[in-house]
């Protein structure tokens, strides 16, 4: 695994946590999966020895100087938006989803309490009217969703970090009917 990718990834995980998208128990199966692609640094592997149970005390101080070794810094709402779908696409193109629409779900949940972000209130919006038959609903978006370029990471590495986030999915598809907006 190049240096490169190892601060792509960290990227993402820093900017998933800091959505609400990552929680402190989910960094150690993230680190495993960075040593396994041979990803070498002295936080990462320690991190990869906490247990899920782990909380902020125990991972934000290796976290941090995993992050400052690779000069990472989170980008804004809108930028963190569009790099966490690039993630999920990637995720949903190597294994695809029960539900419709998963990206409109997905970053609709990005989308409050703020609203910064003009692509995730924009799946805000059109999440409402995806179970419902009231008004043609624009699959056009969700594909355009499903096609952003890649990040470029390993299988293994883009399902650790999507993880956290897909859970969030329906595991069955919604029924579909008419429902007040
Ligand atoms: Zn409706």
Known sequence: MDDASVRTALLVARTAESRGCLRPGDWPDVAVSLLLEGAEDPAIAELAGLSRQANGWDTEPLVAAACERHEILVPNCDESTILLARLMADDIRARP?????????????????????????????????????????????????????????????????????????????????????
């Open 97 to 181: 989803t029960v539900v419709t629409a998963p990206m409109t779900r997905l970053l609709a949940g990005l989308a409050p309490p703020d609203f910064e972000s003009d692509l995730a209130s924009r799946c805000f919006t059109a999440e409402e009217y995806l179970d419902c038959g009231c008004t043609e609903v624009d699959l056009s978006f969700e594909a355009e969703l499903q096609s952003m370029p890649t990040l470029g990471l390993s299988a293994p590495v883009t399902q650790a970090l999507a993880r956290p986030l897909r859970s969030t999915l329906p595991t069955t598809q919604p029924a579909y009917g008419h429902h007040e907006h």
